[in-house]
């Protein structure tokens, strides 16, 4: 029996992030209980185009601890074979970062550079020939091209079933309930209350993503995240599948299984709203259609929505919050939350574990008290264009 399994450990919030860690608590011997309102993976966790791209439109400073998640997500999945938890897709990706012309090279150097100087990753340039000859749907304006290899995809809601599945069959429980309150004995927190009952707990981590209500309720403090809503179109082309996937500038086209596509996307800031916007669909096809003009008659299988947890720096917040000394917060995504996803959770278990972590998180982690703040003014301009 493992030291730790008498330790109960509170998880609030079931998208990647929970699931995630609740994988990787429970497979190290902790005792887990998950907490979920609806279900879990249903939010923003499902609605994304699920790429591993651990050097593309990463911040610099989180590149070190993106490429320790990558390398993660690869030996976890070989544990979830092993638990036969769904399967959820993981390939190998590549991708052609395109540009109008010769002149335009020196905008894609500094990612050519990357690949070529990082281990598992390449990158090749190719010439208008070139691009005809990989897609010969490719718009006939583009004169110059990076391919890129070395990233990888999964769907993304399958990979969050795999991981809470994983968890479960370990021994974690799920109550879905909504967390209404905490009870508190000094510094700790020693019960989570629900509507139908209460949980006493050793630790507790909240991973609730931009619904924060019920996370800074508990753990009295303000948290510098706000919800920005990406959108998505999911769509199926006829005739042949892609083999690749495009960038162009801040649009971007993934291929997925058989024909479908992933078209996109936004990024902006609106609160909480989640309605699909008729005007950010038509400037997706828009742009899409200015790589591939065949993305005008493919058929339109979903317009997705997802709030995305982000932070005024563009980095996550993770760690214990210094005014509990058994409260951890698990926050921040943004538009890399599924690649960042089981590097977290192995932030968390180490800090649970030895009280410190050696992978690269000191541009995130907690431990000052003024690294939990109120938002600062970061606003996402309506229907700016995003890179994942």
Not at 131 to 152: N, V, W
Not at 179 to 200: C, H, N, P
Not at 220 to 237: H, S, T
Request: contains cysteine.
């Amino acid at each position: 029996m493992s030291e730790f399994s008498k330790r109960k450990i509170a998880i609030v919030g079931g998208g990647i992030f929970g699931a995630a860690i609740a994988y990787v608590l429970t497979r190290d011997g902790f005792d887990v209980t998950l907490f979920e309102s609806l279900s879990i993976g249903v939010h923003a966790s499902s609605k994304n185009a699920g790429n591993l791209n651990p050097l593309h439109g990463t911040p610099s400073a989180l590149l070190p601890f993106a490429l320790e998640s990558f390398r993660l997500h690869q030996a976890i999945a070989e544990g979830l074979a092993e638990l036969k938890s769904a399967h959820y897709n993981l390939l190998p990706s590549q991708r052609i970062l395109l540009e109008l012309d010769n002149s335009k090279r020196k905008s894609l150097n500094k990612s050519t550079d990357l690949f070529t100087n990082t281990e598992g990753f390449s990158a090749e340039e190719l010439d208008f020939d070139d691009l005809q000859q990989l897609e010969p749907r490719l718009s006939k304006d583009f004169r110059f091209g990076i391919l890129t290899k070395g990233s990888l995809t999964v769907d993304s809601y399958l990979l969050t079933m795999s991981l809470a599945q994983g968890a479960e069959r370990l021994g974690a429980k799920y109550i879905y309930d909504s967390v209404l309150g905490v009870v508190k004995k000094g510094d700790r927190i020693t019960e989570v209350k629900t509507y139908q009952d209460s949980f006493a707990c050793d630790e507790i981590i909240f991973a609730t993503g931009p619904w924060l209500g019920e996370t800074e309720a508990c753990l009295d403090i303000n948290i510098d995240i706000e919800p920005v809503k990406g959108e998505l179109l999911l769509m199926r082309l006829s005739g042949k599948p892609l083999e690749y996937d495009f960038t162009w500038g801040s649009s971007c086209l993934y291929k997925r299984r058989k024909n479908e596509v992933w078209v996109g996307g936004t990024f902006e800031s609106c609160s909480f709203d989640m309605t699909p916007s008729l005007k950010n669909r038509a400037l997706m096809l828009n742009q899409a259609a200015q790589i591939i003009p065949e993305i005008r008659e493919a058929r339109l299988i979903e317009h997705v929505v997802g709030l995305r947890p982000m932070s005024s720096s563009g980095l996550p917040i993770v760690g214990r919050v210094n005014k509990w000394q058994n409260a951890y917060l698990a926050n921040g995504g943004g538009s890399k939350g599924v690649l960042l996803s089981v590097g977290i959770a192995q932030v968390i278990r180490d800090l649970l574990m030895e009280g410190k972590t050696k992978l690269s998180v000191e541009s995130f982690l907690l431990g000052q008290e003024g690294r939990i703040a109120l938002s600062s003014a970061h606003h996402y301009a309506n229907s700016s264009l995003f890179l994942i």
